[in-house]
C-alpha cells in the first residue's frame, strides 16, 4: 500500500525544542561519522545556552543564537570506536556506539528503495547478516516546500536478521563489500523514495539555471498544501457528481457505455482535448470514457471516415456508433456502412496507468474528415469514470524540489565519503532533457553538502521490456535515458555501472541486486579508495571511423580485451546507417581490440548504434572482466522524447 505524507514545518522542530538541548535525527545511537574529515555537530537549544559536545577525548562549545541553533566542529578522526558522544547544555544528551568510518549517501527511486528483504537472497542473506560494521539510517519519506532542517523521525540501526530486511538491497550489498574489503564501519544514508523524478532531488535555485526550468514558481508551504487539499476536493465532487459512493468498486459498464442510446445525461461535462493528467484529471490512473454526439452531413455518411485522435497515453479504443473502430491508435477508419446521416456517437476509452495521460496533441489534431469535409471534435464531452487505479496527489512528483527540501537538505551539514544514484525510470519520457538536470544536479549537492567535490557514482538503467523496442521498431526511450545518464560523467570524480545485462524483461524492479551493488562497490574500492580490483568500467566507444562500407569502432576501458559474451562467437546489437538515417542490423567481429562493422543494405554507413533498444540483454560485446559495454550512438539525428519535457503539475 502507498502511503501519504503531509508536510512537516521546519519551524515545528525549532519551537519544539526551546526549552532544552536538541540534536538532529541523523544522531542517534550506533550512528557512523565520516573518518579523516572534522566532525560536526549541531542542534537547537535556548537562546544564548552554552553547549558543550565530546567525543573521542575531543571536546568543543558553542553559544545559541537567537534563532536557537548552534553547531561546532571536531578534528577529523581515523576510523575506530565504539564511543560516547556527549552534549550538554541544561541537559544532556548521551549517544552510545558510535563509529567513526565510511558513510555513503545512497539515494534515488524504486530501485534504490527496493529492500533486503523483497530481494531474490533474502531467505539465506538476512538470517546472516548481523554485521556491527554495517550500519543504515533511513530517512523518512518527507516531502517540503521550503528547506527543512530535520526530519519527523528516523534513526541508525545495526544489519542484523532483526533489521537488515528493511535496508536498501543495493546499498547493503554495496556497503557489506565496502566493510569487508576496507574493514572498517560502513553507514549508509537510505535517502530514497519510489517513482519520483529527478526534479524532486535537484534544488530550485540549481533547477531554474535550466532555460526549461526558468519559469515555474517556488512554492510556498501553504501553496503546496492548497494544491492538495483544492485537488483532493476537486475528485471528491466528481465522484460525488458521477453518484459513485465507493471509488474502489467503480462499476465499469463497457458494452453499454460504448452504444448510441446510452443516456449519459449524469456524466460529467468536459472540454477536450485538454491536458488530461494535468487539469483535467490530475494524477489519475485508471479508466476514463469520453462520449460525443456528432452530425454528419447526408452526402459525408455515405462515406468512409477518419477519426483523428492524435496521441493518447496510455491505452485507448476509439467506439462509432457501437462498432469498435480499433486500439492504440492515432487515426481511425470507420467504413459508410456503420455512418448514418445526422445523429452519431464517438466513445472513446483511455486507461492511464503512469504519470502524463490522455490527450496529448493539440486540437487541430483532433476531428474527422472524409474527402474535402472535415470537423473539429474539439469542445464538449461527456466524461465518465470506469475504474480508479490510483491518484497520485500528495506525492512529491507534483513539483520540484520537493525532496532535496525535505530529504536532502536536514544533512547538508553531516559529511559522507561519496553518493551512489539509482534514478531514471520515472524520467524516462523526458529522456532527452534529463541530460540537462543530472550535472546541475550533482553540482548543486556538491555545492550544499558539506562533503565537497564528493564522488558520484551512478547506475545505468538495466534492460527493461521488449527486445524489439529499439531503432528500427520506433526508437527507444530507455536507450535515450540510458545515453543521458553519461552526462553526469562530463562532471570531474563521477563514474558509471553499465547494467543493461541485469534487468528483468517483465519486472521494472529486478530482484537480484548483488551484481549491480558489486559494480558499485568497485567503482568505489578502485576510483575511491585506490584499491587494487581491476578494471571497474564498462568498455565505451571512443572514436568511429567510416572507411567505404566499413565501420571501425574503438573503445576505451578495455580491460584485458574485447570478448563476444557467448557460446557461438558472433557479436549482436550493432545497427548502422547510411544518410537516409535507417538502421540495419551489422555484422560484427572483433580485431585487434576494434570492433569491424559491415551491412550489405548499407554502402555508405554514417551513424553507429550499439545496444540501443529498451532491452538490449542480447548486445554481447564485454570485457573479459565480464563487464557489459556500454550503449551508444554516434549520430546526433532527432531522438523520440525530443521536445517531451517534465512539466510541474502545480503551477
Not at 117 to 129: D, G, L, M, R
Not at 185 to 214: C, K, M, Q, R, Y
Not at 524 to 529: D, E, F, P, S
Request: aromatic residues 12%.
Amino acid at each position: 500500500m502507498r502511503k501519504l505524507f503531509l508536510l512537516v514545518s521546519p519551524l515545528f522542530f525549532y519551537f519544539a525544542s526551546q526549552a532544552q538541548v536538541r540534536l538532529p535525527r541523523i544522531f542517534s545511537d550506533h550512528m557512523v561519522l565520516q573518518q579523516n574529515v572534522p566532525v560536526h555537530v549541531w542542534g537547537w537549544a535556548k537562546t544564548g545556552e552554552k553547549v558543550s559536545v565530546s567525543f573521542n577525548n575531543k571536546k568543543a562549545s558553542a553559544i545559541a543564537g537567537k534563532d536557537g541553533k548552534w553547531k561546532v566542529s571536531l578534528p577529523e578522526m581515523k576510523a575506530g570506536g565504539p564511543y560516547e558522544l556527549t552534549v550538554k547544555g541544561k541537559n544532556q544528551i548521551t549517544l552510545s556506539d558510535v563509529m567513526v568510518g565510511e558513510v555513503w549517501l545512497c539515494s534515488g527511486q524504486s530501485n534504490m528503495q527496493f529492500d533486503l528483504k523483497s530481494s531474490k537472497f533474502a531467505k539465506t542473506e538476512i538470517p546472516n547478516s548481523l554485521n556491527p560494521k554495517l550500519r543504515q539510517f533511513k530517512v523518512p519519506n518527507v516531502m517540503s516546500a521550503s528547506p527543512a532542517e530535520d526530519f519527523p523521525s528516523g534513526n541508525w540501526a545495526i544489519s542484523s536478521p532483526e533489521t537488515s530486511g528493511d535496508f536498501s538491497a543495493v546499498a547493503y550489498y554495496f556497503g557489506k563489500k565496502l566493510s569487508a574489503d576496507l574493514n572498517v564501519t560502513v553507514g549508509l544514508i537510505n535517502d530514497n523514495w519510489g517513482g519520483t523524478f529527478i526534479e524532486a532531488w535537484t534544488g530550485s535555485e540549481a533547477l531554474h539555471t535550466i532555460p526549461d526550468f526558468s519559469g515555474y514558481h517556488d512554492l510556498t508551504q501553504t501553496e503546496l498544501e492548497n494544491w492538495f487539499s483544492a485537488t483532493e476536493k476537486k475528485y471528491d465532487d466528481l465522484f460525488r457528481n458521477l453518484g459513485i459512493a465507493n471509488r474502489d468498486s467503480i462499476v465499469e459498464d463497457s458494452l453499454a457505455w460504448r452504444k448510441p442510446e446510452f443516456n449519459d445525461a449524469k456524466w460529467e461535462k468536459v472540454q477536450l482535448p485538454q491536458k488530461f493528467d494535468y487539469d483535467l484529471l490530475p494524477r489519475f490512473d485508471g479508466v476514463a470514457w469520453f462520449r460525443r454526439e456528432i452530425k454528419l452531413p447526408e452526402n459525408v455518411s455515405k462515406a468512409d471516415l477518419t477519426i483523428h485522435v492524435g496521441r493518447i497515453d496510455d491505452e485507448n479504443t476509439v467506439f462509432l456508433n457501437g462498432r469498435k473502430l480499433g486500439d492504440n491508435l492515432q487515426e481511425y477508419k470507420a467504413k459508410a456502412e456503420i455512418l448514418k446521416p445526422g445523429k452519431n456517437v464517438i466513445a472513446i476509452r483511455i486507461k492511464d496507468y503512469w504519470e502524463r495521460g490522455g490527450f496529448l496533441d493539440p486540437a487541430t489534431d483532433f476531428k474527422m474528415s472524409s474527402g474535402n469535409w472535415q470537423q473539429s471534435l474539439a469542445g464538449d464531452w461527456k466524461m465518465g469514470i470506469g475504474k480508479l487505479l490510483f491518484m497520485w496527489i500528495r506525492t512529491p512528483s507534483a513539483h520540484p524540489n520537493l525532496l532535496y527540501n525535505g530529504m536532502l537538505s536536514p544533512i547538508f551539514n553531516f559529511p559522507f565519503k561519496g553518493a551512489i544514484w539509482y534514478q531514471g525510470e520515472n524520467n524516462v519520457l523526458f529522456a532527452e532533457q534529463y541530460r540537462k538536470v543530472i550535472p546541475v544536479m550533482i553540482a548543486d549537492w556538491r555545492k550544499h553538502f558539506c562533503s565537497g567535490e564528493f564522488p558520484f557514482y551512478l547506475l545505468q538503467l538495466p534492460n527493461m521490456n521488449r527486445l524489439n523496442q529499439d531503432t528500427q521498431h520506433g526508437g527507444s526511450d530507455w536507450a535515450e535515458l540510458r545515453e543521458s545518464q553519461t552526462a553526469a560523467l562530463s562532471l570531474p570524480n563521477t563514474a558509471m555501472a553499465v547494467t543493461i545485462d541485469l534487468g528483468d524483461s517483465t519486472n521494472i524492479h529486478p530482484t537480484d541486486k548483488t551484481e549491480v551493488a558489486r559494480r558499485l562497490a568497485n567503482l568505489a574500492l578502485r576510483n575511491t579508495y585506490q584499491q587494487n580490483v581491476g578494471e571497474v568500467l564498462s568498455p565505451m566507444m571512443s572514436e568511429t571511423r567510416f572507411e567505404g562500407n566499413k565501420v571501425m569502432v574503438s573503445f576505451k576501458n578495455t580491460g584485458s580485451g574485447l570478448v563476444v559474451h557467448n557460446k557461438y562467437g558472433y557479436l549482436k546489437g550493432f545497427e548502422i546507417a547510411g544518410a537516409d538515417q535507417k538502421f540495419h542490423f551489422a555484422k560484427a567481429l572483433i580485431q585487434n581490440n576494434q570492433v569491424i562493422l559491415r551491412c550489405d543494405q548499407v554502402a555508405n554507413p554514417v551513424a553507429v548504434r550499439y545496444a540501443w533498444s529498451n532491452n538490449p540483454s542480447d548486445s554481447n560485446l564485454y570485457s573479459k572482466e565480464g563487464l557489459p559495454a556500454a550503449p551508444f550512438r554516434t549520430d546526433a539525428w532527432k531522438l523520440v522524447t525530443h521536445g517531451s519535457n517534465y512539466e510541474n503539475w502545480i503551477k
